[in-house]
């Protein structure tokens, strides 16, 4: 890290900001008191700081999967196979590429391949929809596109109406080990037929094997400022947007989150459960680690079930997650004694974790011998997943930490550029280096969330209301859409939430908004309760008795609904719109 620290000096912007620092609020070095005030950010392209990883530490191993260990020094040797091959295929700089697979080393070698060649990876979940992977294609302007076996189907029914020139297809057991990939193709993968036999699909042998024949340069050089990555809003509150964000974007998110994630080092191993084609899986749970040296445990289908066998197996150091994960974890039967004794860091993010719900994850982690502390963060796929973050050993209670290094919260009046005192609630403002470059093919959304304010910075408005004491600590009250007006109150969910959750036989639960012929709307809960305990009139009474103790009676729930689950995204966030339409349907 001091290396890429060393590579240049300051820039003009950056120094402008340190001008301004007065005016802003960062308040990270007072818990950080042994690294730089600033932190400098390489001229580099992403590969080259996953390069430069390689060569202070060949051996270590950087992926891990089913068993089988790729090093620092193979990894990169793949990733310059795959290069050659992507120019070999025609691939030229600016050119949009598509990966639709899982967490497995043909897609992590693919992201870094492209970036190597000069072209823009566009990430998309293999099990979207025929016509949201169409809509993905088309808006991008995707050529090529590698795709896991499983989605070759779905590609092929809508292949014809975008520019895709050829489907490179990976299989889940490429990577295997031989035993392991046998079993794998007995039991799963003799399943999925692929044709092969159609020009437009090409195996990821023949694709490695093709690019042999290509003897030119490969390499190709951009700046920090290029566009390298395409990721895409949850959609849980409307149609996805397609967010472009550069080299820079997420090589300072892997600076600052390798340093604030105290005390990640080389050598130490990360259970990589979130997804690459989510924000923070791609930049936290892959793209950091790997500039650190230290090892992705690779885990390409997430069964919360297996949770257990998976730290009692591999343990280790870091566990990233969403709050369903730690649900999760909550439930595991298979977890005991000391086994979780070699976790030392346990970050939350992606959705907001009720503090309920951190305070029965701590206690879980303590009884099963790990010292970690859940530590909250925050941050939007607009601001490359992550920009805040609870210290270690300094949690406040509702909050969600402080801004990394370089990276500067305010909190405006809702619909203003107005910057509220202390302890207001307002709309969340970003400013950094890892906020996004824009909406793709969207100007008009671009400029409204992106904007120049009195003090000369581009600040990025969230969305989502929050409040910031004089310490610089955040608190994260509500997504904006997610406030429910009701009778002309303002009533927040994750308030409620949070009460409910108090309860002891509740596991999570979540509160929307559903429409009411005078009050316009009024708030219901859908509640969860632990494993083996069942929905009873007492319970509900119960709740209900709480909630009148701690609530404002306009912003009692007007229903309780208990629920074996709740409905979620593909990247695991509860899904509001989906209980929203339930209840239109139900009116």
């Known amino acids: 890290m001091k290396r890429l620290k060393e590579k240049i000096k300051l820039s003009k912007e950056e120094k402008k900001e340190n001008k301004l620092e007065s005016k802003l609020r960062s308040p990270w070095t007072r818990f950080y008191k042994d690294v730089p005030k600033h932190l400098n950010y390489p001229d580099m392209m992403m590969w080259e700081l996953i390069d430069d990883?390689?060569?202070?530490?060949?051996?270590?191993?950087?992926?891990?999967?089913?068993?089988?260990?790729?090093?620092?020094?193979?990894?990169?040797?793949?990733?310059?196979?795959?290069?050659?091959?992507?120019?070999?295929?025609?691939?030229?700089?600016?050119?949009?590429?598509?990966?639709?697979?899982?967490?497995?080393?043909?897609?992590?070698?693919?992201?870094?391949?492209?970036?190597?060649?000069?072209?823009?990876?566009?990430?998309?979940?293999?099990?979207s929809a025929e016509n949201e992977i169409l809509n993905y294609l088309t808006i991008s302007n995707s050529t090529f596109v590698f795709s896991i076996d499983v989605a070759c189907d779905k590609l092929l029914n809508i292949i014809d109406k975008t520019r895709v020139k050829k489907i490179v297809v990976m299989t889940a057991n490429g990577s295997m080990p031989m035993f392991m990939s046998v079993m794998y193709w007995l039991v799963q993968g003799r399943k999925t037929k692929v044709p092969f036999d159609k020009s437009n699909i090409m195996s990821w042998r023949d694709f490695i094997d093709f690019g042999?024949?290509?003897?030119?340069?490969?390499?190709?050089?951009?700046?920090?400022?290029?566009?390298?990555?395409?990721?895409?809003?949850?959609?849980?509150?409307?149609?996805p947007k397609g967010i472009l964000l550069s080299n820079n974007n997420f090589n300072a998110l892997a600076i600052q989150s390798h340093l604030m994630a105290d005390p990640s080092k080389a050598g130490d191993s990360v259970l990589s459960i979130m997804p690459i084609f989510h924000g923070f899986g791609l930049g936290v749970c892959i793209h950091t680690p790997l500039i650190c040296g230290m090892r992705c445990i690779l885990i390409p289908q997430f069964n919360y079930k297996k949770f257990g066998n998976l730290i009692k197996k591999h343990r280790p150091n870091f566990?990233?997650?969403?709050?369903?994960?730690?649900?999760?974890?909550?439930?595991?039967?298979d977890?005991?004694?000391?086994?979780?004794?070699?976790?030392?860091?346990?970050?939350?993010?992606?959705?907001?974790?009720?503090?309920?719900?951190?305070?029965?994850?701590?206690?879980?982690?303590?009884?099963?011998?790990?010292?970690?502390?859940?530590?909250?963060?925050?941050?939007?796929?607009e601001g490359s997943a992550a920009s805040c973050l609870t210290p270690s050993g300094e949690y406040r209670d509702g909050s969600i930490g402080i801004p990394f290094p370089d990276t500067y919260y305010k909190i405006v009046k809702v619909s203003t550029h107005d910057e509220l005192p202390y302890g207001e609630d307002g709309e969340i403002c970003i400013h950094g280096p890892s906020v996004m470059m824009g909406y793709l093919n969207d100007v008009k959304e671009t400029m409204q969330t992106l904007r120049e304010h009195n003090d000369g910075l581009l600040w990025l408005h969230t969305g989502d209301i929050g409040a910031m004491d004089e310490d610089g600590f955040v608190y994260f009250?509500?997504?904006?859409?997610?406030?429910?007006?009701?009778?002309?109150?303002?009533?927040?969910?994750?308030?409620?939430?949070n009460v409910i959750s108090s309860h002891p036989d509740v596991l999570t639960c979540t509160v929307i908004g559903v429409d009411h012929p005078y009050k316009v709307q009024v708030a219901k809960a859908y509640i969860v309760l632990k494993d083996g305990v069942n929905p009873t009139e007492k319970i509900k009474n119960e709740i209900k008795e709480l909630c009148k103790k701690n609530l404002a009676k306009y912003s009692l729930p007007s229903e309780y609904e208990f629920r074996d689950s709740l409905p979620r995204t593909l990247v695991g966030k509860v899904a509001f719109k989906e209980l929203a339409d339930e209840n239109k349907n139900v009116n």
């Open 477 to 497: 009250k509500q997504r904006l859409k997610r406030i429910i007006i009701s009778s002309g109150y303002n009533i927040y969910p994750t308030y409620i939430e």
């Open 319 to 333: 566990i990233v997650g969403v709050p369903t994960l730690y649900e999760g974890l909550l439930k595991n039967k």
């Open 335 to 381: 977890i005991k004694g000391n086994d979780m004794s070699s976790v030392t860091c346990v970050v939350s993010g992606g959705d907001m974790m009720l503090p309920e719900l951190k305070r029965k994850v701590d206690r879980f982690l303590e009884e099963h011998g790990s010292s970690a502390k859940v530590r909250i963060g925050y941050g939007l796929t």
């Open 212 to 239: 042999y024949m290509f003897n030119d340069e490969y390499i190709v050089k951009r700046s920090k400022y290029d566009p390298a990555v395409i990721l895409y809003s949850g959609g849980t509150t409307g149609k």
């Open 53 to 127: 990883t390689s060569k202070m530490y060949p051996n270590y191993v950087a992926l891990e999967y089913f068993g089988q260990e790729i090093t620092y020094s193979k990894l990169v040797s793949m990733i310059h196979e795959a290069a050659r091959a992507l120019r070999a295929l025609g691939v030229s700089e600016n050119d949009v590429v598509t990966i639709c697979a899982p967490n497995m080393p043909q897609s992590i070698v693919m992201f870094y391949a492209i970036n190597m060649v000069g072209a823009v990876a566009n990430m998309i979940h293999p099990l």
